[in-house]
């Protein structure tokens, strides 16, 4: 097989066997193929796009490129989440806990933030002590004792992503949705899970801005996973505004643990509740999703979900102590209030630039070598159809005390929302919800 040959299949439309996926995965992950033949070939697939069973094969052979996860020690079903990303996405720690507390094992391994968007590992590693380089054994241990373990990918682990999704940075290939898929669910399956949920994020805050869009992604997965014998359930949900109110690290572990204690955000918590029950539902623990709903909202009241991240931090040697004592957690060292300039109501927001604020400030990452702070971000205060005045605080922004990234964030921070004269709805969260043989459009 020549490379020079699958390209221009490609590039002309054809649709490439099960082998010839193997070959370019295999070869350029070995470094076999170069960068620029690697480059049109993507490209190549952005206009061409792939049939269904291709966006299979393509993600098999990414899976299979380094050691896959091997979970079967562990009795009972396991239950992935994967969120497509985005801003203030705190749900896995709050999700991982209420289900391991309703009777789910939850094995997720989980990444960084890069971009405008956060990372699960970087929002715990704020807990003082927390790990999530644990090894293989202990991540397997703590899911049979716990029912949860949250672990950092190895460099052994679906290697041919890393070095595709490196290239696909810098060659304007990212936002295709069969090399979307196929990096996001070869990861999935080299973890090992039985059931995955899948949170597909749609707005200005996502990958996929366009609904039309997110919605065949969610397609494009289910049937991947589907394909793999994985039981598949995919929401497509709002990006926006921001999820919840804080978007950074300690302050979203704050934010997560209100949830948990059942004082978090309306927008966070019945999203949790969502996935959650239909956790639970896939995993075989309840019938229906409305008892899924009833057991995730118990163990938020009894307190059962709470007390399953203490154990979970204690288990990954953090500071449990974080969750009755939030001053625990890393603090900024400036707390500033920024102010409307105008009065009115909040039309729109882009969230995407709201996910740039907090990296300017220092939560995120611009290149996977940059060193994060923990301690910064933004609480908003305004979301989209709330009233503001004329000098209301707007926002608060947790700083390093850095002047120059302060004035450039809260500049580009006012730019991102547009306040108008009339006030407008909430914009709608739940979209659509995806599974093997239906999709359910909702209202
Ligand atoms: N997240 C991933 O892991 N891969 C993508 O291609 C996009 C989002
Ligand atoms: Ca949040």
Known sequence: MRMYDLIYKKRNGKRLSKEELYFVIQEFTKGKIPDYQMAAFLMAIYFRNMVSQEAVDLTMAMADSGQRVDLSKIPGFKIDKHSTGGV???????????????????AKMTGRGLGHTGGTIDKLESIPGFSTSITKEKFIENVSTNGLALMGQTSEFVPADKVIYALRDVTATVDSVPLIASSIMSKKLAAGSDGIILDVKTGSG????????????????????????????????????PLGYAIGNSIEVKEAVDTLKGTGPKDLTNLC?????????????????????????????????????????????????????????????????????????????????????????????????????PSVGIYIRKKISDKIGRGETFAIFHTDGNERKFAEAKDKFLKAYTVGNKKVGSPRFFYAKVTKDKTEEYK
């Open 273 to 373: 509740i969502e996935l959650g029950s239909n956790m639970l539902m896939v995993s075989g623990i309840v019938k229906t999703v409305d008892e899924g709903k009833k057991k995730i909202e118990k163990v938020i009241k009894n307190k059962k979900g709470i007390e399953k991240f203490r154990t979970l931090i204690k288990s990954q040697g953090g500071n449990p102590d974080v969750v009755d004592n939030p001053s625990l957690l890393p603090q900024s060292k400036k707390q500033i209030e920024v102010k409307s300039e105008r009065s009115g109501y909040v039309e729109k927001i882009n969230t995407y630039d709201i996910g740039l604020c907090s990296l300017i400030l220092g939560a995120g990452r611009k290149t996977k070598e940059d060193t994060i702070d």
């Open 206 to 241: 996502a990958f996929m801005e366009k609904y039309g869009d997110a919605l065949k992604l969610a397609r494009t997965m289910v049937d991947i996973g589907e394909a793999a014998g994985k039981r598949m359930v995919a929401f497509i949900t709002s990006m926006e505004e």
């Open 88 to 106: 203030g996405d705190t749900t896995t720690l709050i999700l991982a806990p209420l289900v391991a507390a309703c009777g789910g094992r939850v």
